[in-house]
């Protein structure tokens, strides 16, 4: 004899604050899935595994001019520069992040050799730094920046 079992589901606005514990709960609009903890509802699994605590990426796309994400890559001396894309100033910047992409040695790479790649922020735009002792050629650096109003 075959068992169905139902899972509670209906529209993310319809999610119940409480649920009690154990109880699945899936919203059909968002694809996701949440459980009851007793006292509340708790996020287990959205429909893609691209999420910051509990939320979709996409869902911060979907408010107008409420994120923007932007990446680049900076070939330089030793210093590059993002600035904040129209509409938004230093404040707004959330996260950042910028690594290496491309170092060209030169010479003989030894224990009195360094390289590093750091940022930091001033008034008007974020500063990067990517450098190696032995260099013969510009250093290359990729950055991604996230910003909120």
Known sequence: MATNIRIRRGNKANLPRSAPSGMPLWCEDTKELYIGTGSGVQIIHTYDADTVDGYHASSF?????????????????????????????????????????????DGDVDDNDSMYCTWSKEDSRVVIKCYNSEQRSNSSCNWLAVWKK
């Open 61 to 105: 796309l979907q408010k107008a001019n409420q994120f923007v994400i932007k990446s680049g890559t900076h070939t330089a001396k030793s210093t590059s520069y993002v600035y904040p894309p129209d509409g938004y100033e230093m404040k707004n910047l959330v996260a950042f992040i910028s690594s290496i992409r491309t170092i060209h040695y």
